[in-house]
């Protein structure tokens, strides 16, 4: 198992900026990707951004975001701590959503994991 914590959701005013961090523990040997996933009242869960873990010579730090996202959010990672980060900038009341922090193996389905989700509010 892999226990996910997330901090650093809140209220901002739009055009404003958060950082989201997720810490794993556990059997963190299991997953290879982590991420961030969104879900709006009304609407399906969907993907923010995902990064792989590991160093640079083994796949690390390939990133994949949502086109929403692309050019306002910012994933990245600190293998040595475990964490993984989403610097969102330039806010918008859309953006409004409770985030959930994901861990997975591409390769093994039953190995993905879910943080408890926190809310992430955006005045207008």
């Known amino acids: 198992q892999v226990q996910l914590v997330e901090s650093g959701g809140g209220l901002v005013q739009a055009g404003g900026s958060l950082r989201l961090s997720c810490v794993a523990s556990?059997?963190?040997?299991?997953?290879?990707?982590m991420g961030w996933y969104r879900q709006a009242p009304g609407k399906q869960r969907e993907l923010v951004a995902t990064i792989t873990l590991g160093g640079a010579n083994a796949g690390g730090g390939q990133t994949v975001y949502a086109d929403f996202a692309k050019g306002r959010f910012t994933i990245s990672r600190d293998n040595a701590k475990n964490t993984v980060y989403l610097r969102m900038s330039n806010l918008k009341p859309e953006d409004t959503a409770v985030y959930y922090c994901n861990a997975d193996h591409p390769l093994v389905s039953t190995w993905t994991y879910w943080g408890q989700g926190m809310q992430v509010t955006v005045s207008s």
């Open positions: 556990g059997s963190i040997f299991t997953v290879r990707r």
